[in-house]
Nanobody
Framework: QAQLVESGGGSVQAGGSLRLACVAS?????MAWFRQAPGKEREGVAI????????DYADSVKGRFTISQDSAKKTLYLQMNSLKVEDTAMYYC???????????????????WGQGTQVTVSS
């Protein structure tokens, strides 16, 4: 299993930006970002195919968030712009995806998780 370490979270005002990073001990074919707000289920935010760069996003973040990678550094990024209060959550990096492409938002399909980094957006 991949070891994943996230960083880059913090507190920001609505409309601001943050960039999250996830350093992986090993790359897997597909890697993703999830988030979980208090009292809510973990939800898929974005996924990338590390070989080829195909991406997909949750509707709630399309046009605002961008997932990218630096394969040489084994690092996954999530650039978050135009942040909203409802983006407040713990953000997790996930790897070892074992499902079909259209199942990428289901957290049970991932076998490796980071410890998370907190993002707090205030109005």
């Amino acid at each position: 299993q991949a070891q994943l370490v996230e960083s880059g979270g913090g507190s920001v005002q609505a409309g601001g930006s943050l960039r999250l990073a996830c350093v992986a001990s090993m790359y897997t074919y597909r890697m993703a970002w999830f988030r979980q707000a208090p009292g809510k289920e973990r939800e898929g935010v974005a996924i990338i195919v590390t070989a080829g760069g195909s991406t997909d996003y949750a509707d709630s973040v399309k046009g605002r968030f961008t997932i990218s990678q630096d394969s040489a550094k084994k690092t996954l990024y999530l650039q978050m712009n135009s942040l909203k209060v409802e983006d407040t959550a713990m953000y997790y990096c996930a790897a070892d995806f074992a499902g079909r492409w259209w199942e990428w938002k289901a957290p049970q399909n991932y076998n490796s998780w980071g410890q998370g980094t907190q993002v707090t957006v205030s109005s």
